[in-house]
């Protein structure tokens, strides 16, 4: 089986992203994961990554003028480095039309409601505020917009009386732990 280089684009501590270089490691999963991008330096996902032998780096987006700029030098190190998917895995970054078309058809997100609902940023609480019994994850292609890509696999699980904002993100990372590597193998198979 040829399997795909893949890049993981991060802005945080990479919770995701150690699930999914978990998965890879199984040589029957088509994704070879050989670059994690981060846009933060801060970010602790670079250190994980390198931990685990894979090339890290980043490029901070504040030491560009526009988005454009940033997402240039982006395009170019993924170019660089062989990449024919990426999985966006808490990279809180909107990238514009112009890069999305770029990647079209290899780059998928995840995020931390039921799509279409809660699309951008404080799901757990905006789902509790309007009295949801359910919540979950969604794995998706990225499209021009915030969150606005096709599904390709969810997650639910029920909001309980007692849940606030935070033990309910608690629940729901674990269910994109095992939802987003089974995800990516999935729309990896469906390149072929």
Known sequence: ?????TA??????GSNMMALLDAAKSP???AEI???ISNRPEALGLEKADARGIKAICIDH????TRKDFEQELHAALIAHDIEFIA?????RVLTGGFVAKWEGRMINIHPSLLPKYKGLHTHARAIEAGDTEHGC????????????AVIAQAKIEILPDDNPDTLAARILVQ???????ALAKAIRALS
């Open 1 to 5: 089986m040829t399997r795909v280089k």
């Open 8 to 13: 993981v684009l991060i802005s945080g501590r």
């Open 28 to 30: 029957d999963h088509p």
């Open 34 to 36: 050989t670059l994690v």
């Open 62 to 65: 504040r030491d560009f003028d």
């Open 88 to 92: 966006c895995a808490g990279f809180m």
């Open 138 to 149: 969604s794995v998706h292609w990225v499209a021009e917009g915030v969150d606005t890509g």
């Open 176 to 182: 994109e732990l095992d939802l987003y590597p089974a």
